[in-house]
């Protein structure tokens, strides 16, 4: 008979490839609970950039999607980074192209181009500072620049204008097609249906949605948020492995999702046994499919804005 392992056992397993190989894992609250525990740190955006660049061991393997990982390899460009699913991409990502925004740059040349860090390294070149949605409020008041082009998301993007009314912030059409899904009318639903639940939403979600909301921060925000709120009942709109999270951290609160589409499937696409392959295949040429490669240039080039946002962060 076959041997089967359990996920007990799979995550036994990858705690002695870490051990044997130097491997540290970080990994995005968006991923299933089976894959937070197996690793060493875990967060949103913003908190991953940071113990990316503390890391000390040799490897990292990274659950998350691409531009993740290569934000952890350009702040950690002498170790060996790997993404655990090679094909998990983020579309917000990749919805803008550097020469589009060089040529906005070239009309307004005043302008600066605050991006999200939800864009490829080569856009990253052509960006002045980085931002993540626990983030952007901080740095945009921070900067002196009055004019300002954020992209690509224009719901965090509009969510920052009205937080900083003295800006002058233009926008363009991107966005992430998960949280953008919800709809304002699906919030009201959710009301009804839960009335003494609070409701906490990600800033990427549409104006519509974030108006009728108790609480709007980042994914590490609405945690933070409901594990300390004295309320009892909340409904998450954000990516829904946070509401199971968080039920685990509050077993004596209750969590209900805002809308079965806040689900992202390039976050999803990562397993446990992704991770336990990509941890057994370090240290031979097998595990060159996952590693990420990027040139000194781009690093050199793409990392000032990294810099520039966790100078100001
Ligand atoms: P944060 O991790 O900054 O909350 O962003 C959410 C997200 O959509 C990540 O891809
Ligand atoms: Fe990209 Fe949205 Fe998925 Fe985050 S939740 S990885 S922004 S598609």
């Known amino acids: 008979m076959e041997n089967v392992n359990t996920v007990y056992e799979i995550q036994q397993k990858i705690e002695k490839l870490k051990k044997e190989k130097d491997i540290c894992i970080l990994a995005h ?41 290569e934000t952890a390899k350009m702040l950690s ?24 925004i060089e040529m906005i740059k070239a009309q307004d040349p005043e302008r600066k181009v605050v991006a999200y860090i939800n864009t490829t390294a080569a856009l990253k070149t052509v960006c002045d500072v980085c931002v993540t949605s626990s983030s952007a409020v901080k740095i945009v008041s921070a900067m002196e620049d009055k004019k300002i082009l954020f992209i690509p998301d224009c719901n965090l993007g509009a969510f920052v204008q009205k937080a900083c009314p003295d800006k002058d912030i233009k926008l363009l059409q991107g966005g992430c097609p998960v949280h953008a899904a919800v709809n304002p009318e699906e919030v009201r639903l959710a009301k009804q249906a839960h009335p003494n639940a609070l409701v906490l939403v990600h800033p990427e979600c549409v104006p519509g949605v ?10 590490s925000g609405i945690m933070n948020f409901a594990e300390k709120s004295e309320a009892k ?46 941890c057994e295949a370090i240290g031979s040429p097998a595990a060159e499919e996952n590693e990420i490669f990027m040139s000194p240039e781009l690093i050199a ?11 100001l962060g």
């Open 29 to 69: 609250s968006y991923q299933g609970r089976e894959i937070v525990e197996a690793a060493d740190f875990t967060g949103d955006s913003y908190k991953l950039s940071v113990d990316a660049s503390k890391v000390t061991n040799k490897n990292i393997v990274f659950c998350g999607v691409h531009f993740m990982a």
């Open 210 to 219: 974030s108006e009728q909301a108790d609480y709007v921060g980042s994914t």
């Open 301 to 311: 080039k793409a990392r000032v804005c990294i810099d520039e946002m966790l100078r």
């Open 233 to 278: 009942e909340f409904i998450i709109g954000t990516e829904m492995s946070i509401a199971e999270h968080l039920q685990y951290k509050c077993p004596d609160k209750r969590f209900y999702i805002l809308s079965k589409k806040i689900l992202c499937p390039n976050m999803k696409l990562t397993s446990l046994m992704d991770v336990y392959r990509v």
């Open 77 to 100: 460009p002498e170790k060996h980074v790997y993404l655990a699913n090679t094909a998990a991409g983020c579309p917000m990502a990749e919805q803008m192209e550097p020469e589009m």
